[in-house]
């Protein structure tokens, strides 16, 4: 499996982005897609995750309502839309594929089997 996340860039405080995963190679009947992201001198955390059955969708609390994460099964390609962005947000996003897909695993990364190159995002002030 092979993970290539784009989208990342600079952007003020309050404006938008839109990240890819796009994803190649092993196909199976379910899995997690999701987003983490790694700030400097800091642990890589969970942002997002959307299970492939049934397509629910989980959120850190620090991007609930700002952030979007969506699965689009006819291109393979995941999509985070963030928008009001903040400063707190810079970090390199990385994108992954969970195949064994047990819940209640679903926010951390040790549990995922692949992962993209990484992606930086900036938000200045």
């Known amino acids: 499996v092979q993970l290539q996340a784009s989208g990342g860039g600079s952007v003020q405080a309050g404006g938008s982005l839109r990240l890819s995963c796009a994803a190649s190679g092993r196909a199976f009947s379910n899995y997690h897609m999701g987003w983490f992201r790694q700030a400097p001198g800091k642990e890589r955390e969970f942002v997002a995750a959307?299970?492939?059955?049934?397509?629910?969708?989980y959120y850190a609390d620090s991007v609930k309502g700002r952030f979007s994460i969506s699965w689009d099964n006819s291109r393979n390609t995941g999509t985070l839309q963030m928008n009001s962005l903040k400063p707190e947000d810079t970090a390199v996003y990385y994108c992954?594929?969970?195949?064994?897909?047990?819940?209640?695993?679903?926010?951390?990364?040790?549990?995922?089997?692949?992962w993209g190159q990484g992606t930086q995002v900036t938000v200045s002030s």
């Open positions: 992954a594929v969970d195949y064994g897909a047990i819940l209640s695993s679903i926010r951390r990364p040790e549990q995922y089997d692949y």
């Open positions: 959307i299970r492939r059955r049934g397509g629910n969708t």
